[in-house]
């Protein structure tokens, strides 16, 4: 065949390639971006209920975050003004968890004896800004934290107890802060781990994550200016005393998971209790008195 007749259609397979390889960037493109507003964007849910519906006296407060000023709004309880803890809600709820229960929580604990400060992260509840996962977390407990020290407790004095996002963010914040003591509940050691676990969970195979989590991370990155910063990487610093709980049954993170940030963390006292027979995040609810047990007891010996 002369070269004048291949030379055609070498450049018609040529022009096939290329269409096909842009059609393939486009869905690559179009699906990380998917991916990476569907995992950082967080809807706004009302707030729904009070702690007056679990009998306690309280107050609506309001605070601004650290460095951009956004008011953060939320309750606080008051206790026998020695001891306070933070409540840090799951990434996709507010200051009323209902997975957590915070409400029957914060009774319970206040019940002990304890201050809490029940409040809405940003773009959640009744909080101004928009709602991202793992974003402004300094900022965000920052402003709690100082809201809470403005009340005339010391940091020495202050808990927090995190779950889930909050978790991870409350181990981040207080590899920064000086804080008096931590509880996370359901706390992963990395978002890498974790997506890898959810996609486990749901039967995609982990070749489509390795494909698809470089654009996920360079558009979460473009979009929002999310940088990884993973509970595993800063565990370490935390001078406080940490209290893990992990539920069997959480489809987020492992026990294995769990026991690696213990043995990361720098603190000698700290420790871990697995809750047999329970949901991501749902360990109060499916064993109150044991969880407010554990809890109030683990605060009331750390906190000065």
């Not at 065949?1 to 390639?17: E, G, Q």
């Not at 993170?253 to 940030?261: E, H, P």
């Not at 499916?286 to 047990?293: D, L, V």
């Amino acid at each position: 065949m002369p070269d004048t007749a291949r030379r055609p259609r070498k450049s018609r397979w040529l022009k096939i390639l290329a269409i096909v390889l842009a059609v393939c960037l486009l869905i690559y493109t179009g699906l990380s971006i998917f991916g990476a507003v569907a995992t950082m964007e967080i809807p706004r849910l009302p707030v729904k209920g009070s702690p007056a519906d679990v009998g306690l006296a309280y107050e609506d407060v309001s605070f601004h975050s650290n460095v951009d000023d956004l008011l953060l709004t939320g309750w606080f309880i008051p206790g026998d003004g020695v001891k306070a803890i933070i409540v840090v809600h799951g990434g996709f709820q507010n200051r009323v968890d209902e997975v957590v229960d915070t409400l029957d929580l914060a009774r319970d604990l206040n019940h002990q004896g304890f201050d809490i400060l029940l409040f809405d992260l940003r773009g959640r509840g009744d909080s101004q800004g928009k709602g991202r996962s793992l974003l402004n977390i300094d900022r965000d407990l920052g402003g709690a934290f100082d809201y809470v020290k403005s009340r005339g407790f010391t940091p020495s004095q202050i808990g927090i107890l995190g779950f889930c996002s909050g978790a991870a963010s409350a181990c981040i914040f207080a590899s920064q802060e000086d804080v008096g003591a931590l509880v996370l509940d359901g706390c992963f050691a990395s978002v890498t781990r974790m997506i890898y676990r959810q996609a486990a969970e749901r039967h995609i195979p982990a070749i489509f994550v390795d494909i698809f989590l470089p654009g996920l991370r360079l558009s979460t990155f473009t979009l929002y200016h999310y940088r990884e910063l993973d509970p595993i990487q800063v565990v370490g610093s935390v001078k406080a005393p940490i209290f893990f709980i992990h539920e069997q049954y959480d489809d987020l993170t492992t026990l294995a998971d769990t026991q690696l940030l213990l043995e990361t963390s720098s603190n000698a006292s700290n420790t871990l209790w697995e809750i047999s027979g329970t949901l991501h995040s749902e360990g109060y609810k499916n064993n109150p008195a044991e969880y407010i047990q554990r809890v109030a007891a683990f605060f009331n010996s750390s906190l000065s």
